[in-house]
């Protein structure tokens, strides 16, 4: 019995949550095939991304909203996140029926908090 564990997030990309489902033996993940789809989708999105980005110019980059304070209207549309976002979605129903997820919140079998962390407070600094 394999038992991966983690208490970030656990992905910098899509290949390595591919990774731990591979690790777990989990079928979906066997599919080679499928992984090279995965990565055809999503180096094909990046590609389309940097060519809109360099056809954009200054007045499109994305980086130009951090100094104008707002999105920028100019800028290409992003392709690589849709695609990302619909692969983490299918390999999270994936690993759905074996994964077990703890919160803050999470009890043990009698009603009792089972991580004992503090409660999360945001603070804002003006």
């Known amino acids: 019995s394999t038992v991966i564990m983690t208490a970030t997030p656990i992905t910098t990309k899509p290949a390595d949550l591919w ?3 591979l690790l777990l033996g989990l079928p979906q993940f066997k599919d080679t095939a499928q992984l090279k789809t995965m990565n055809r989708e999503l180096s094909a999105a990046q590609r389309r991304d940097r060519k809109a980005q360099r056809e954009a110019g200054v007045e499109g980059s994305i980086l130009r909203a951090v100094f104008v304070g707002n999105q920028n209207p100019e800028a290409a549309q992003e392709e690589y996140l849709p695609v990302m976002k619909t692969w983490m979605g299918r390999m999270r129903e994936w690993f759905a029926p074996v994964v077990i997820l703890r919160t803050v919140d999470s009890t043990d079998n009698m009603g009792n908090k089972i991580l004992g962390l503090p409660p999360y ?5 003006k």
């Not at 407070?121 to 600094?125: F, M, N, Q, T």
């Open 19 to 21: 990774n731990m489902g």
């Open 121 to 125: 407070h945001d603070h804002s600094l």
